[in-house]
């Protein structure tokens, strides 16, 4: 099953994040300019704004005209193949990359949702494994903008917990572990019995 992100929902999403930032940025430097300017005499309004504004101006355009280009390509070249046996995740404008995440190694699927995704009724999956954490590094794998997002997780799940059923996922299991040597337990039994005497 081939799956696609909304693109229109996920591009306002970043919208709306964009904005955020832009307003956090700008009350800030709203507050450190009162502050500077008015603990430090030496520097006057006007200056604060020649040398301070045109940077913070400049980097607010750079993220609201440039960015947002990528932002849509990504998008637009990023899908999800749900397989038999895997979960394949294809992104990348210029160079292309496919995450094939086997549902032997996965350990869960998360289901998040920011503040925007709920109003924009979308929602991300995140696919942890055995081999991730998220103090360690974040997730394998993010399955971003999906409206149908609570069916696809339930039903991750439940693929994942139908391999662990059968053992398919546990390596470990496949190789019984061995019985040691009833020669090799007597002569380890005989050395801690001259060890224990020694030590009395």
């Not at 609570?150 to 190789?175: C, N, P, Y």
């Amino acid at each position: 099953m081939e799956l696609r992100p909304d693109v229109s929902k996920l591009m306002r999403r970043e919208m709306f994040t964009y904005l955020t930032i832009s307003v956090v940025i700008i009350l800030s430097f709203l507050i450190i300019q009162i502050l500077v300017v008015n603990l430090d005499s030496e520097v006057t309004n006007s200056e604060f704004i020649k040398y301070v504004w045109s940077w913070v101006a400049g980097f607010l355009l750079f993220m609201w005209v440039i960015v947002p280009w990528f932002q849509y390509l990504w998008i637009t070249r990023l899908s999800y193949s749900i397989e038999d046996e895997r979960v394949v995740i294809h992104k990348g404008i210029i160079v292309k990359k496919s995450v094939s995440i086997p549902y032997a190694a996965i350990t869960d699927f998360t289901l998040s949702r920011s503040l925007y995704e709920r109003w924009l009724e979308i929602g991300t999956i995140l696919i942890q494994t055995a081999g991730q954490g998220v103090q360690a590094g974040g997730h394998e794998g993010r399955m971003e903008g999906l409206v149908d997002f609570e069916t696809l997780h339930s039903s991750l799940r439940a693929r994942v917990k139908a391999i662990r059923g059968t053992g398919q996922g546990d390596q470990a299991m496949e190789t019984p572990p061995t019985d040691l040597d009833g020669n090799v337990m007597q002569a380890i039994l005989d050395e801690v019995k001259k060890i224990n005497r020694k030590l009395d």
